[in-house]
């Protein structure tokens, strides 16, 4: 939904299929790509577009609003191997007006998956504090060629006016999350005894506020 108002952020342009999509569609595009001969092919490419930028840059190196300023969109093919850092790294503050990416499907289902779910993890909780996630298209592995051994998913993640947590808290937060799911099968009384490493009546005392049983499990 880009408009020619709307500056746009692509992670991994590659070949510029999805670039010459967005090159028509925003008003300024700022295209990333990691692979030095890609990236001169892009560059060659776009050489008359003005309002077109190919930035050879590790995506996990670039913070996204200094190369597009704090009103900005960003989507993206998601190397999968790199897809849980760089959620996290997009989510970073100042954040995107809106992020799609395409993901694989196993990964696209923990990002947006309910509480109680059997996808319900620490990656959904730690993104949902922050952001609305919305599985928006599924695409087979039939869509690629060549074809990959896994389903992928398109995930739209909108941030949230009022987040769970600061800014400031949000690295705590995320290790926090983190390490109770690493413990998932123990109950809470345990996780935060070996997290903080406080006694079962401390453990207890922090819970309740919190309405948390001590006895439930991540």
């Known amino acids: 939904e ?3 108002t709307d500056t746009v952020v692509e992670i991994g342009a ?10 028509d569609r925003a008003a300024h595009l ?10 001169a092919i892009l560059r060659e490419r776009y ?13 996990l190196t670039v913070r996204f609003a200094d190369v597009a300023g704090k009103d900005f969109l960003l989507v993206g093919n998601v190397p ?9 790294h997009a989510l970073e503050p100042p954040r995107p007006r809106r992020a799609l990416f395409l993901v694989q499907k196993e990964v696209a289902d923990r990002v947006a998956a309910s509480p109680g779910s059997s996808a319900y993890g ?3 909780v730690n ?23 896994v389903d992928s998913a398109l995930i739209r993640l909108t941030p949230l006016e009022q987040p769970v947590v600061r800014a400031a808290e949000e690295a705590p937060f995320r290790e926090f999350v983190q390490s109770a799911f ?4 123990k109950q809470m009384r345990r996780v935060l005894r070996s997290i903080l490493q406080v006694d079962a009546s401390r453990a207890e005392a922090l819970l309740a506020p919190a309405g948390v049983d001590p006895e439930v499990r991540p």
């Open 2 to 4: 880009a408009t020619k």
């Open 14 to 23: 590659g070949r510029g299929a999805l670039t010459d999509l967005l090159a």
């Open 30 to 39: 700022i295209a990333i790509e990691y692979d030095r001969a890609l990236a």
């Open 47 to 59: 050489a008359s577009r003005p309002h077109v930028r190919i930035l050879e840059a590790d995506a």
């Open 80 to 88: 999968y191997y790199i897809t849980t850092p760089l959620i996290f």
């Open 122 to 124: 620490a990656l959904s």
């Open 127 to 149: 993104v949902q504090a922050v952001a609305l996630a919305e599985l928006v298209l599924r695409v087979s592995a039939g869509a690629f060629q060549p074809p990959p051994k």
């Open 182 to 185: 690493g413990m998932r099968r």
